[in-house]
């Protein structure tokens, strides 16, 4: 591997200092300072190289910098970048149908963030409980989970049970109900006439890589049916092949009413985002009802386009599926007295640490030294999420790393 001339020779500590100085400290980063990456690698500042196991919190499934996506992104922004959705672009009817044919629903709406499209989800569920299933205006409720993770906004922190997301923002969206993650009979005691949706994230990524029971998202599916309520899942982190099929839902053979992706449907170039449904669903939309500027601007669909071909074409979602269980299961080998549990689907494995292991940051810190990028997640999970171009070989070489850090830390 080259790690001949740096190409920017600027000390990791003064681009630190840089951060801290002149920006909002609403994250708390590794301390690399990262300036280049190509596949599931990155390099820092002063030239060392890193397996990147967050992938960007999945939104670089189809590795960094993917030459087709960046060929479809140069060639996109030579031509038009932004229209607006006041006119018509060569590339949202074609970025539509391809998104449409891979995925089995009839209609697209895009957005950019993840948080948008779940807002647009919230306002397409209340919409249809209003115009379509005949809810009392005002009255439409919709049901989330504890430790969720949905974005950021006030009216998605509304229903988080996490206090440092809420703390301060108040006051929040009512309109929301939260019920135990994975039990679904507290879903069937808690349906009524007016729940507009059940808003689930088929794995809880946030929270851990919480896997539900077998059989929940099944049982969901039956009981909102039954109920007259929308099922959505988002799967703007567990999707797009991250658990060994294009969708997360899909291991239980179930077809949600919308779904919310966002992320990898852009391969980590830009933010592009939306929700997929069928058409007495998306069809509650009228003109000037719900838009953005940016949503669906010609150069995100290009991009979107050439991150949805490359993920198909290179069997991406198979190869999560192939080395997944194969990754997993080199990791339960692992003897280590602070793992507590390793879980995961596909390529997204959490290894949850004791308690007394002290935290999982200290374990993150001490796997950047040996060249592995990890974030923890709530405190006490090691979060792994390769980008899904990673090989055998690569995967072998990692474990012995984490074999190295959780047997001698
Ligand atoms: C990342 C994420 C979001 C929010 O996406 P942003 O692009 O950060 O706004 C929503 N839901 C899930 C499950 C996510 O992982």
Request: charged share 25%; glycine share 10%.
């Amino acid at each position: 591997m080259s790690t001949t001339v740096l190409e920017n020779q600027a000390a990791t500590t003064d681009l630190i200092a840089l951060e801290e100085r002149y920006g909002a400290h609403n994250y708390h980063p590794l301390d690399v300072v990262v300036s280049r990456a190509e596949g599931v690698w990155v390099w820092d500042v002063e030239g060392r190289r890193y397996l990147d196991f967050l992938a960007a919190y999945s939104a670089v499934n189809q590795g960094h910098c993917h030459p087709e996506i960046l060929k479809a992104l140069v060639e996109q922004a030579h031509r038009v970048t932004l229209t607006s959705r006041a006119f018509r672009s060569d590339q949202l009817g074609p970025f539509y149908r391809q998104v449409c044919e891979l995925t089995g629903f009839q209609k697209f709406l895009p957005m950019n963030t993840g948080a948008e499209a779940v807002e647009t989800a919230l306002k397409t569920a209340r919409k249809w409980a209003y115009k379509v299933k005949g809810v009392p205006e005002g009255k439409a409720e919709i049901i989330a989970f504890n430790n969720n993770f949905h974005g950021r906004t006030i009216t998605i922190v509304s229903f988080s049970t996490e206090a440092d997301y809420r703390d301060g923002f108040g006051p929040f969206t009512p309109g929301f109900r939260v019920l135990p993650y994975g039990d679904a009979d507290a879903v069937e005691k808690a349906m009524h006439e007016n729940v507009a949706a059940v808003l689930v994230e088929p794995i809880q990524g946030e929270a851990g890589i919480v896997l539900p029971p077998a059989g929940y998202l099944g049982r969901l599916r039956e009981i909102t049916r039954r109920h007259g309520a929308l099922l959505i899942a988002d799967e703007i982190q567990s999707g797009l092949g991250r658990t060994g099929k294009l969708f997360a839902y899909q291991h239980e053979g179930i077809r949600p009413d919308v779904v919310i992706v966002g992320k990898a449907l852009s391969g980590g170039f830009y933010p592009v985002s939306g929700i997929l449904a069928d058409d007495p669903v998306m069809d509650v939309f009228k003109p000037g009802q719900h838009g953005s500027t940016y949503g669906g601007n010609p150069l995100a669909v290009a991009v979107a386009q050439a991150a949805l071909r490359v993920l198909v074409e290179e069997r991406m979602v198979e190869n999560s599926a192939e080395l997944g269980p194969y990754f997993l299961e080199r990791l339960r080998q692992i003897q280590s007295r602070h793992v507590k549990e390793v879980r995961g689907l596909g390529l997204w494995i959490g290894i949850e640490l004791h308690r007394e292991a002290g935290g999982a940051r200290r374990f993150c810190e001490a796997l950047q030294k040996e060249g592995l990028l990890c974030k923890e997640t709530h405190d006490h999970v090691i979060r792994i999420a390769p980008p899904l171009v990673i090989k055998k070989d690569e995967i072998d070489w990692a474990v012995e790393r984490l074999e190295r850090v959780l047997t001698t830390l």
